[in-house]
């Protein structure tokens, strides 16, 4: 079987990827897997620059095809923040309470009807042989005034989905999977992936 790289040590991430990427002839693999895999510094401008970037790296690192993700929260009242700094918009290393948080606060003054929002995520999937490839998904939906739900991460409490009655904490992971921005990337990745392979 042939082995992929997910270029993530975020668990929640690594178990919605494998959850959508089962049943193809990939074992995964993450960054826990190479102990001294160096962090890459996230600074591209946009989620693509911040997916191709981890992805080639850890191809050329690991020497294995391999693929990353950069997504994260756009919000319409905010001009489009946290955006690319979603995971540490609260600082380096913040928590998703933080994050949460610094977001709600940033809220507190805007009306329901205008706390619009989207999670936008692009995956890319690159081989240790040059060969890059994006796949990309969004998800519109609203931020509440205070979390609900205890599944998901990041600022999956927050973001609720008028279509689903539900925040996308309180969804269900397959629930959640079927309707959410990595999922959408990863069901166009995984079409790819079971037409092409990697190569």
């Known amino acids: 079987m042939t082995r992929l790289v997910v ?3 975020n668990k929640g991430k690594l178990r919605e990827i ?39 790296v850890a191809a050329n690192i690991t020497g294995l095809p391999a693929l990353a993700d950069d997504s994260g929260l ?7 923040k946290p955006g690319v700094y979603s995971a ?21 003054s805007v ?28 998800l519109h939906g609203v931020i509440l005034d205070s979390p609900r739900g205890t599944g998901g991460f990041g600022y999956d409490p927050l973001f609720f989905v008028s279509e689903k009655g539900a925040t996308m904490a309180e969804l269900p992971l397959e ?4 309707v959410s921005h990595r999922g ?10 079971g037409w092409q392979g990697i190569e």
């Open 74 to 80: 756009v919000v319409d009242a905010l001009d489009g």
């Open 111 to 138: 009306p329901y009807e205008e706390r619009t929002a989207a999670f936008r995520c692009t995956i890319a999937l690159c081989s240790p042989g040059g060969k890059r490839y994006t796949f990309s998904g969004e």
């Open 7 to 9: 270029a993530t040590r």
């Open 175 to 178: 629930a959640k999977n079927a």
């Open 18 to 56: 494998a959850a959508i990427l089962d049943g193809l002839p990939f074992t995964l693999l993450s960054l826990e897997d190479f102990p001294d895999f160096p962090e890459v510094e996230e600074d591209g401008k946009t989620f693509e620059e911040n997916a191709l970037k981890k992805a080639s």
């Open 184 to 193: 959408r990337a990863l069901a166009l990745l995984k079409d790819h992936l």
């Open 88 to 108: 540490r918009y609260s600082g380096e290393n913040a928590s998703d309470e933080a994050n949460n948080a610094k977001l709600l606060s940033e809220l507190e």
